[in-house]
T-cell receptor, first 113, second 112 residues
Framework: AQTVTQSQPEMSVQEAETVTLSCTYD???????LFWYKQPPSRQMILVIR??????QNATENRFSVNFQKAAKSFSLKISDSQLGDAAMYFC??????????FGAGTILRVKS | DSGVTQTPKHLITATGQRVTLRCSPR?????VYWYQQSLDQGLQFLIH???????AKGNILERFSAQQFPDLHSELNLSSLELGDSALYFC???????????FGDGTRLSIL
């Protein structure tokens, strides 16, 4: 079974600084997708960024980028120029094509002003 | 706004009761997924429907059931409720198997 591990229960970052959230996963599949979802205090689940496993290029969405290391099964999220609105729980998730999302336990990100 | 609508937003009921949670997917999305988020279990997949047919089941209790109707909305039925069923229940939809899932705002279920 696929598993997703987020080893950092909580992280803190100073406003305008950069922070990296870690995620590792375990799978024997070659075709899959990886996601980062953000869950603010409102409890909504917001898609931050996605990465297709067949793509070598790391995905980027404005201030958010990933470091995808397929061989190491690592998928970290980098948030640049952190803002107060980035404070939330961040979930790393794995998905085989046409299948359910498997989530990590989440990392709470605190942003200090 | 994700385009996925879940009702009700909050539900408070007692042990032993039965409730129905409703989900309307984004326009054009054929797949509906249900997830449960609890403090001790995290985010867990419950069940997946595609165009009215059940595709996959996860850690869904026998007391729970779901269906997807011809208009593609879905309902999750929870019966013989227990205190441990208190959780946030999310519905997510996607248009194709390889597209991201977009989540509704969830239904917070509290069992007293």
């Amino acid at each position: 079974a696929q598993t997703v591990t987020q080893s950092q229960p909580e992280m803190s970052v100073q406003e305008a600084e950069t922070v990296t959230l870690s995620c590792t996963y375990d799978t024997s599949e070659s075709d899959y997708y990886l996601f980062w979802y953000k869950q603010p205090p409102s409890r909504q689940m917001i898609l931050v960024i996605r990465q297709e496993a067949y793509k070598q290029q790391n995905a980027t969405e404005n201030r958010f980028s990933v470091n995808f290391q397929k061989a190491a099964k690592s998928f970290s999220l980098k948030i640049s120029d952190s803002q107060l609105g980035d404070a939330a729980m961040y979930f790393c998730a794995y998905r085989r094509r046409g299948n359910k999302l498997v989530f990590g336990a989440g990392t709470i990100l605190r942003v200090k002003s | 706004d994700s385009g996925v609508t879940q009702t009700p937003k909050h539900l408070i009921t007692a042990t032993g009761q039965r409730v129905t949670l409703r989900c309307s997917p984004r326009s054009g999305d054929l797949s509906v997924y249900w997830y449960q988020q609890s403090l001790d279990q995290g985010l867990q997949f419950l069940i997946h429907y595609y165009n009215g047919e059940e595709r996959a089941k996860g850690n869904i209790l026998e007391r729970f059931s779901a269906q997807q109707f011809p208009d593609l909305h879905s309902e999750l039925n929870l019966s013989s409720l227990e205190l441990g069923d208190s959780a946030l229940y999310f519905c997510a939809s996607s248009v194709e198997d390889y597209q991201p899932q977009h989540f509704g705002d969830g239904t917070r279920l509290s069992i007293l």
